[in-house]
């Protein structure tokens, strides 16, 4: 079965630091997302990219946040300047169409287990 | 505030029992639904979705039931096995409300006792 591939599994960084997460999404979809999992808590949406452009953002994507797909097969979430709270577990996912769309499926990835220190 | 919810965190069932896992939302406007589990360390595994169109929808071993009138979506699971054993999370959208969001609940874990 084909499957989203995330990379680091795990990254421990500074405060102030900048973290990139890479993602390689399933080679035909065409929408991606980044979503977020504080410990013990729920599983939050960040964004979503779509024909290379972002297009929706939650409340917690603000200006420290961004992506790129820098080439046909990588997706990638930075952090600017990470802050202790950004420590999450965070999942790349993607779809073959858009959410919610008929036959849709969302594939989530394993996760990048963000620990800022 | 408007969200999405579960009754229970932790359910706990005997192998091959079938299980029931709630969730409760309160956003109206939602109509499109799904279930992910969520085996430890792992990320979100798709389960089942439902339109609002619809109250049952039925896969392996698994169906969704979805009351409109009370807000209520649950999943069973028949004849329960150990590798069920995981997080259960229902969350929500609205189909072209111009988002892609969905929005997730806190997840009821459940447990599969021998």
């Known amino acids: 079965e084909p499957e989203v591939t995330q990379t680091p599994s795990h990254q421990v960084t500074q405060m102030g630091q900048e973290v990139i997460l890479r993602c390689v999404p399933i080679s035909n979809h065409l929408y991606f997302y980044w979503y977020r999992q504080i410990l013990g808590q729920k599983v939050e949406f960040l964004v979503s990219?779509?024909?290379?452009?972002?297009?929706?953002k939650s409340e917690i994507f603000d200006d420290q946040f961004s992506v790129e797909r820098p080439d046909g097969s990588n997706f990638t979430l930075k952090i600017r300047s990470t802050k202790l709270e950004d420590s999450a577990m965070y999942f790349c996912?993607?779809?073959?169409?858009?959410?919610?769309?008929?036959?849709?499926?969302?594939?989530f990835g394993e996760g990048s287990w963000l620990t800022v220190v | 505030g408007e969200n999405v919810g579960l009754h229970l965190p932790t359910l706990s069932v005997q192998e091959g029992d079938n299980s029931i896992i709630n969730c409760a939302y309160s956003?109206?406007?939602?109509?499109?639904f799904i279930w992910y589990k969520q085996e430890s360390g792992k990320g979100p595994q798709f389960i089942i979705d439902?339109?609002?169109?619809?109250d049952k929808r039925q896969g392996q071993r698994v169906t969704v039931l979805l009351n409109k009138t009370v807000k209520h979506l649950s999943l069973q699971i028949a004849a329960t096995q150990p590798g069920d054993s995981a997080v259960y999370f229902c969350?929500?959208?609205?189909?072209?409300?111009?988002?892609?969001?969905?929005?997730f609940g806190k997840g009821t874990h459940l447990i599969i006792q021998p």
């Open positions: 956003n109206s406007a939602s109509d499109y």
């Open positions: 996912a993607s779809s073959e169409r858009g959410q919610g769309a008929s036959g849709n499926t969302i594939y």
């Open positions: 969350a929500e959208k609205v189909l072209g409300g111009g988002a892609d969001g969905l929005t």
């Open positions: 439902i339109r609002s169109n619809m």
């Open positions: 990219f779509y024909n290379n452009e972002i297009s929706e």
